[in-house]
């Protein structure tokens, strides 16, 4: 009686592990894309605020068609042609 009580008891710590492990697996996407979300913002980040101080230093004073143009025409080409990784919507 005793041997058939632990068998239920382990047949069902089984069943609630399973349950776990397949519910997390969907999880462990999800993170990893997050992860590699956040790295590549992380690795634009330098690119992404040279950008945005350009922008905020020498822009201020035009019109937005010519801040367009200093923007994607010249600040966020000069920082490809550098190498420098940069979102290139930012200049949007």
């Known amino acids: 009686m005793q041997l058939e009580l632990k068998s239920a008891r382990t047949k069902k710590k089984i069943?609630?592990?399973?349950?776990?492990i397949n519910s997390l697996q969907?999880?462990?996407?999800?993170?990893?894309?997050?992860?590699?979300?956040?790295?590549e913002?992380?690795?634009?980040?330098?690119?992404?605020?040279?950008?945005?101080?350009?922008?905020i230093s020498y822009c201020g004073p035009f019109n937005s068609e010519f801040r367009s143009i200093l923007a994607n025409?010249?600040?966020?080409?000069d920082l490809k042609k550098r190498g420098v990784p940069v979102?290139?919507?930012?200049?949007?």
């Open 15 to 20: 069943n609630t592990a399973r349950t776990l």
């Open 73 to 77: 025409d010249y600040f966020i080409n």
């Open 41 to 55: 913002q992380k690795r634009k980040l330098v690119g992404n605020a040279s950008l945005s101080c350009a922008f």
């Open 26 to 39: 969907g999880e462990k996407e999800r993170w990893g894309k997050g992860a590699a979300d956040i790295n």
């Open 87 to 92: 979102n290139p919507n930012m200049g949007h």
